[in-house]
């Protein structure tokens, strides 16, 4: 990927490529392409800070997040979602700190035991 990902420096992003390389598929519905939160970790974050995920989905987020060396929570409703994105996040080369929770992004109020 380090190949094809460029840092945008423009206001307009355009991403052909939906994310199928490494452990990223196109496969889950509402799934993004993994230069937006690749931009968006690199941009404002620095290595070890805490990425929150909140509406997880397949877990393009956190899967970033871990290649980049951050800490990562993040929470789904959806059980088969969570599934899907413990096996990619699994697979992904890194040692950081991630973790999925079955819960609403309404309530919020497991970060705050995670971070004590």
């Given at each position: 990927m380090s190949e094809?990902?460029?840092l945008?420096?423009?206001s307009i992003w355009s991403f052909k490529d939906r994310g199928n390389y490494g452990v990223h598929k196109g496969d889950y519905r509402g799934n993004w392409s993994p230069f937006v939160?690749?931009?968006i970790i690199l941009r404002y974050s620095i290595e070890?800070?805490?990425v929150l995920d909140q509406f997880?989905?397949?877990g393009t987020t956190?899967?970033?997040a871990k290649s980049l060396n951050r800490r990562g929570l993040?929470?789904?409703i959806n059980s088969v979602a969570l599934e899907i994105s413990k096996k990619r996040i699994e697979q992904t080369s890194g040692d950081t700190y991630i973790r999925l929770f079955n819960a609403n992004a309404r309530d919020l109020s497991f970060?705050?035991?995670q971070l004590c």
């Open positions: 094809v990902f460029k945008e420096t423009k939160p690749k931009n070890n800070d805490l997880l989905g397949s956190l899967i970033e993040g929470c789904d970060i705050k035991k």
